[in-house]
């Protein structure tokens, strides 16, 4: 593990240690957890999963993916690298409805095909080595099971001009971003069939009161729809697809 991975890993360690909510947990702002966990929502509505299906939350945080997915009978295992993140999941969740493990991306304490959905959301940013995490996730998902995961926006203009700023001024990023292309991509070379990409639409933190555009029905839709924007605009993509084989 880089210097890039142990800060992040410092900092989750933090947030647990100095906040109960959700959202700060995970390094979110609380739009953006409710914005990610409402999109992955609805994305999962159009999946077929077995039923009960075996999950695996990777980077699980605060556990809220676990907690929602076991609400809907699942199996589900939420795993992470932050202790005391493990820890305020476990706190979190009083009902004891998902299974806990620590351990990181790069090694998966799991045998080959075993789980039927495995998810990974806020992981990305932080790893220094995408590729090789994406292999791993890929090694434990059953064919025809289902891969979803979250990435920051490459293109988004927000962060094209931090990205500038930062070489500008000699700095490393603060975290990863991903050009939703070379995603799918690698998805593709690991046998991984496309199903779909959506984006998360998210105001700058600087500029909270745009948040109340993002909530009038068929705003974001109609940025979906818009040329352009469908790429530039969001911070985020989830982005859905199915393990060849079987």
Same mark, same amino acid.
């Given at each position: ?39 992955? *929502?609805? +994305?999962?509505?159009?999946? %077929?999963?077995?039923? /009960?299906?075996?999950? @695996? ?5 605060? =556990? ?67 590729? *090789?995490? +994406?292999?791993?996730?890929? %090694?434990?998902?059953? /064919?025809?099971?289902? @891969? ?5 926006? =490459? ?78 605009? /969001?911070?985020?993509? @989830? ?8």
């Amino acid at each position: 593990m880089g210097i890039f991975e142990e800060d992040w890993q410092k900092r989750f360690e933090r947030f647990a240690r100095d906040y109960c909510a959700d959202h700060l947990i995970s390094g979110w702002s609380e739009s953006g957890l409710w914005r990610r966990l409402t999109l992955f *929502e609805e +994305l999962l509505r159009d999946q %077929r999963l077995s039923d /009960p299906a075996h999950v @695996l939350d990777l980077g699980c945080g605060a =556990a809220t993916y676990v907690r929602f997915l076991a609400g809907l009978g699942h199996r589900v295992v939420g795993l992470d690298y932050s202790l005391p993140s493990l820890s305020r999941a476990q706190a979190a969740d009083s009902k004891k409805v998902g299974d806990y493990v620590g351990g990181e991306v790069y090694h998966l304490p799991f045998c080959d095909g075993c789980f039927d959905l495995v998810v990974s959301i806020g992981v990305f940013q932080t790893l220094g080595s995408p590729e *090789e995490a +994406l292999c791993e996730m890929v %090694r434990v998902l059953r /064919p025809k099971g289902l @891969l979803i995961v979250e990435f920051l926006n =490459a293109f988004e203009l927000v962060a094209m001009i931090r990205y500038a700023c930062e070489k500008l001024r000699g700095r490393l990023p603060r975290l990863h971003t991903y050009s939703p292309f070379k995603m799918n991509h690698w998805l593709e070379q690991r046998a991984i069939r496309f199903i779909r990409r959506a984006g998360v639409y998210l105001p700058p933190r600087r500029l909270p009161w745009l948040e109340r555009l993002f909530t009038l029905k068929g705003f974001v839709p109609l940025l979906e729809k818009t040329p352009g924007i469908s790429l530039l605009g /969001p911070h985020a993509f @989830l982005m859905v697809g199915e393990k060849r084989g079987g």
